[in-house]
């Protein structure tokens, strides 16, 4: 029991903090007069209350976090904070008269802290601006993780920031250090996270969105959340414009940020085309919205510059796991949507704000591939894994193979477990896939034109279960529950 207490420690602080974002819908509460501001009051007083009872109760044990402290932390993190969150949804729509299950605030607030983006809540054109922006802001302080963030303003702490970033961080790459302090890394990757957001409102507010629509599709835009404050999605605005916009700030959002923290320091840009990662995630979504594009031409689905368009947005929105949509592409030919499900798999980079398995580890898998078949015909030949220049580290294979070895039992069993509830093959297969990369929409009866709500509630808890270890990137998870992490 003791060995938590430094891990409940940080916890109690880090919900204090998260107190604080409620801060958010409250002042648009108070600014548009919607009556719910004593709610986001109560909602942040309870969620304060829990940490400072939390922190009070173990602020003397503020020992150095070690490597296992960092994954329990995340892990209950991830858990525990979409209680909270979930209060003011719980408050607020019961106020409305349009009250949420706990089951179903629990799941809107894991969809939005995860940035998946798939929501149980409809009629959301009619909702207060507070509760939309809760939903909204939640992704976009869920993209770059709270941790993230604790570990770049909260440096007095103690509590071992390198723990908490490697817990955090996601993909094999995550003990490089940017530079030797992890406070100064998570301050760097913040402030350009928080200099896309910026730049991304006013472009949508330039483009003719309201400065509210503009700010909350920001917050889900960088984020690769898709959460959106109309019903019809991206196509309430019939925007061409605003779509192409859209594209530019998903694809620089899917590239690792570190990439942009290098280029700052070093006063350069020479290193994104060289970072082989970067270039496959490129590759691979704007040939993919090009693949697209062709069959919907092809198939007489669009006029050529229609099928530019609607191809392209909805490849780049689905592979960066956003889940934005301007029409049902499940009315395309079949192709469409499966490899755009697909692709959502691969088509982020370790570092960005998209789920998945992420592209680094499908690069090293191909290249490992490679290595195999090359022995077949040459056993002697010494032929080491390469990532651009550096050579890829054997333990970092052995992770790779392992994290894809367990991400696939993952979907298997998990969906297994959705057909047992009669739920027909193509919803629960997709219905998986696309909460474990954090993407949203799915296939079959959870397409861009309906809801979760469709799912009963075992069926939206073991969702709940694969969105949370989408963004845990399921071995930290899975790590807990081996008799080795908790042996001293």
Not at 25 to 40: K, Q, T, V
Not at 53 to 71: A, I, N
Not at 409 to 433: E, K, N, Q, R, Y
């Amino acid at each position: 029991m003791a060995d938590i207490l430094p891990v409940l420690r940080v916890l109690g602080v880090l919900l204090c903090m998260f107190g604080i974002s409620m801060s958010v819908p409250l002042a648009a509460s108070l600014w548009r007069h919607d009556g719910l501001w004593s709610l986001y009051a109560l909602s942040m007083l309870a969620t304060w209350l829990a940490g400072g009872v939390l922190w009070l109760q173990t602020r003397h044990h503020s020992r150095e976090l070690l490597p296992r402290h960092g994954v329990m932390l995340v892990s209950l993190v991830w858990v525990v904070l979409p209680l909270f969150a979930a209060l003011p949804l719980l408050l607020a729509t019961h106020q409305l008269g349009r009250p949420l299950s706990f089951t179903h605030a629990y799941f809107e607030a894991v969809s939005g802290l995860t940035t998946t983006g798939g929501t149980v809540m409809t009629q959301l054109d009619t909702l207060p601006l507070s509760v939309n922006l809760w939903r909204t802001f939640m992704q976009w302080i869920g993209g770059m993780g709270i941790l993230v963030l604790a570990v770049a303003v909260l440096p007095l702490l103690g509590v071992g920031g390198s723990q908490l970033f490697k817990a955090e961080a996601a993909g094999p790459v995550k003990d490089t250090k940017l530079t030797p302090r992890m406070t100064e890394t998570a301050k760097g990757l913040w402030g350009v996270y928080v200099f896309f957001s910026v730049a991304c409102a006013l472009a949508y507010w330039a483009a003719g969105m309201t400065p509210e629509d503009a700010l909350m599709h920001m917050f889900t835009t960088v984020s690769l959340g898709g959460l959106s404050s109309h019903d019809l999605s991206f196509a309430h605005f019939r925007s061409p414009l605003l779509e192409a916009i859209a594209v530019v700030f998903m694809l620089l959002a899917s590239c690792n940020f570190a990439l942009y923290f290098v280029a700052v320091r070093k006063r350069t840009l020479r290193g994104f085309w060289r970072d082989a990662e970067m270039r496959a995630t490129m590759v691979a979504l704007i040939g993919g919205g090009l693949v697209v594009a062709l069959l919907l031409w092809a198939k007489n689905v669009y006029t050529l510059s229609d099928a530019l368009r609607y191809g392209m947005f909805h490849v780049v929105s689905v592979a960066t796991t956003t889940g934005f949509a301007t029409t049902d592409y499940l009315a395309w030919p079949v192709f469409a949507p499966i490899f755009m499900l697909l692709l959502s798999g691969v088509a982020t980079s370790a570092g960005s704000t998209g789920g998945g398995i992420k592209m680094v580890r499908m690069l090293i898998l191909l290249k490992q591939a490679r290595r195999e078949l090359t022995r077949i015909v040459h056993p002697r030949a010494v032929q080491p894994v390469r990532l651009g220049d550096a050579v890829v580290d054997p333990r970092m294979i052995f992770s790779v193979l392992a994290f894809m070895l367990v991400y696939g039992a993952t979907v298997i069993t998990l969906s297994m477990v959705l057909l047992l509830t009669d739920l027909d093959p193509v919803t629960a297969f997709s219905a998986i896939l696309a909460s474990v990369h954090c993407m949203g929409p799915g296939l079959g009866q959870l397409g861009p034109a309906s809801s979760y709500a469709v799912l009963t509630d075992f069926q939206l808890w073991v969702c709940n279960l694969a969105m949370l270890l989408g963004r845990l990137e399921i071995l930290s998870f899975m790590a807990l529950l081996t008799p080795a992490f908790w042996r001293r």
